[in-house]
């Protein structure tokens, strides 16, 4: 779990397991400021100022904002990209995908995004979690997700509305 006070803070997460290809999925952050907030992630390295694996993240308010914000608390998951199974059974995928073509894609625009293998057993849609991933631009952006199924979803940027371009 992560906490900050200051919404334009970096802090450095330093991992404690080493990973061939991690990839990481910030949790939605606690609900003790009333303002939207999301979370970036930059910088996921090997080395380059860690021991081992760490990336730099923060919570970032949407530039009509004070762009100031109370302490708020994130848990984050870290797994390598594969697909695997769990101790009971369940299966678990972990990916990155980069948005093709322009970056300042709105909700309406998604990209498909297929599943490793033949997809999840039983037809059924598996839970997808997605994070911004980049640095690209310093715009408040967050990821949409549309129909998940067993085999695929649809993925797209969504950023505040006076820079998407609509």
């Given at each position: 779990t992560l906490s900050w006070g200051w919404a334009s803070n970096w802090q450095r997460v330093e991992l404690k397991h080493y990973y061939l290809n991690p990839v990481v999925i910030m949790g939605s952050p606690s609900t003790n400021g009333g303002e939207a907030v999301?979370?970036?992630?930059?910088?996921?390295?090997?080395?380059?100022?860690?021991?081992?694996?760490c990336?730099?993240?923060?919570?970032?308010?949407?530039?009509?904002?004070?762009?100031?914000?109370?302490?708020?608390?994130?848990?984050?998951?870290?797994?390598?990209a594969g697909s695997?199974?769990?101790d009971e059974g369940?299966?678990?995928?972990?990916?990155?995908?980069?948005?093709?073509?322009?970056?300042r894609l709105?909700?309406?625009h998604?990209?498909?995004?297929?599943?490793?293998?033949?997809?999840?057993?039983?037809?059924?849609?598996?839970a997808v979690l997605s994070q911004v991933m980049t640095t690209y631009g310093a715009?408040?952006?967050?990821?949409?997700v549309q129909a998940p199924s067993s085999t695929?979803?649809?993925?797209?940027l969504e950023e505040e509305g006076s820079y998407a371009g609509n």
């Open positions: 999301t979370t970036r992630i930059r910088n996921l390295r090997h080395g380059l100022g860690c021991d081992g694996w990336f730099d993240t923060r919570i970032q308010e949407p530039s009509c904002l004070d762009r100031t914000h109370t302490a708020e608390q994130v848990n984050y998951l870290v797994m390598e695997w199974e769990g369940n299966m678990f995928q972990a990916g990155t995908n980069e948005i093709e073509g322009d970056m709105t909700g309406q998604f990209q498909a995004v297929l599943f490793h293998g033949v997809g999840f057993p039983g037809g059924e849609a598996p715009n408040f952006v967050n990821t949409r695929a979803f649809g993925l797209a």
